[in-house]
């Protein structure tokens, strides 16, 4: 089955514990991308990636890292968390090269729950 | 910063077409219109996309206007499952920033 995983899918973390959400795809998609969703704030990019080893930040990348080493996976990094980045998050995978496709027709995980205390 | 503007919030009868609007006067030549749609909690899902010309899926049609500035999701007979946060999006196929902005909370009423 073509699917986006994410995990964890719940997660609660104390300020400055460094943690990673890990996201995977089995689509051999080149374009891969991750959300924050915010009450009132609609869903913002964080950072995305072109493909292997290409990364570039989106609307909110700051307490951020991605990095992109494999096709398949796309980790989301938080060096030192804060509870300011309490949010729902989603990762997304895309491929200009599906019949018809564009890099903006994403397909998207479940998402990731996380508190920050 | 988002560039269409919706209305927050909409009621349809099932069974009944329900039309969502959406403005994006500063579309530009090589900008898409995108809709997406999220149910609850769940990952959004894509629902259709279209460049000049209307277009047709099985799940909605989109109707852009002739200049562009602005276009409508038909859910052809809404159901109860259809109830979800429609979105908006218009961006170029290069694979940059994607504004999701804050979408139409569209509510099928039985």
């Known amino acids: 089955e073509a699917q986006v995983t994410q995990n964890p899918r719940y997660l609660i973390t104390v300020t400055g514990k460094k943690l990673t959400v890990t996201c995977s795809q089995n689509m051999n998609h080149e374009y891969m991308s991750w959300y924050r969703q915010d009450p009132g704030l609609g869903l913002r990019q964080i950072y995305y990636s072109m493909n292997v080893e290409v990364t570039d930040k989106g609307d909110v990348p700051e307490g951020y890292k991605v990095s992109r080493k494999e096709k398949r996976n796309f980790p989301l990094i938080l060096e030192s968390p804060s509870p300011n980045q309490t949010s729902l998050y989603f990762c997304?995978?895309?491929?200009?090269?599906?019949?018809?496709?564009?890099?903006?027709?994403?397909?998207f995980g479940p998402g990731t729950r996380l508190t920050v205390l | 910063d988002a560039k269409t503007t919706q209305p927050p919030s909409m009621d349809c009868a099932e069974g009944r077409a329900a039309n969502l609007p959406c403005n994006h006067s500063t579309i530009s030549g090589n900008e898409y219109v995108y809709w997406y749609r999220q149910i609850h909690s769940q990952g959004p899902q894509y629902i259709i996309h279209g460049l000049k010309n209307n277009e047709t899926n099985e799940m909605a049609s989109l109707i852009i206007t002739e200049d562009r500035k602005s276009s409508t999701l038909i859910l052809p007979h809404a159901t109860l499952r259809d109830t979800a946060v429609y979105y908006c999006i218009v961006a170029a196929n290069t694979g940059n920033q994607f504004y999701f902005g804050t979408g139409t909370s569209l509510t099928v009423i039985p």
């Open positions: 997304a995978s895309s491929s200009p090269h599906n019949p018809g496709g564009t890099y903006n027709e994403q397909f």
